[in-house]
């Protein structure tokens, strides 16, 4: 399932690897009609991916499953996207920082790509709805406005 509107982005789809090429390009897409500066399209991308790649990884340990992905504008200047699925509860929040600076054989498998998630994008945050994670990112516009379109609309309120 797919929704598109000017201020809101939703796909479900399998959680299954097959889709993910599909996912970023859509949610690229609507970042793109939103007015949403090149560099900071890819670096939601970067995280989206990383995050998606852990969902469908991890999450249903080897079901099948969904996973969620929302995007929007929010009056507060900052895009949010969300990624949602009914895997195993998983909070990346509290997974240490690797040491980033030991050598690459000394260094302990794993980690690199939620680290790289929190370095995409300003906030995240992982809540438990239910039996849904929900991992929220949040990313400011880079140069601290509002897209061209949405001042426009915000104008006459």
């Keep these: 399932m797919k929704t598109i ?3 809101f982005f939703q796909i479900i789809l399998p959680a299954n690897i097959n889709h993910l090429s ?3 390009e859509d949610l690229s897409r609507w970042m793109e009609q ?3 500066m090149r560099d900071r399209i890819v670096r939601v991308q970067l995280a989206v991916e990383e995050a998606l790649v852990n969902v469908i990884r991890y999450a249903y340990q080897g079901k099948e499953g969904e ?3 929302q995007g929007e504008i929010a ?3 900052r895009l ?3 990624i949602l699925d009914n895997g195993t509860p998983f909070d990346v929040c509290t997974v240490p920082h690797p040491d980033i600076s030991c050598g690459i054989r000394d260094r302990k498998i794993g980690g690199l790509g939620i680290y790289l998630i929190h370095k995409m994008v300003d906030e995240l945050c992982y809540r438990r709805e239910g039996d849904r994670n929900v991992l929220t990112m949040f990313i400011r516009w880079s140069n601290g406005n509002l897209p061209r379109s949405r001042q426009d609309a915000h104008a006459g309120a």
């Design 22 to 24: 599909d996912i970023i």
């Design 5 to 7: 509107t000017m201020s």
């Design 67 to 69: 996973v969620e992905l």
């Design 75 to 77: 009056d507060d200047q």
């Design 80 to 82: 949010v996207i969300k």
């Design 34 to 36: 939103q007015g949403v």
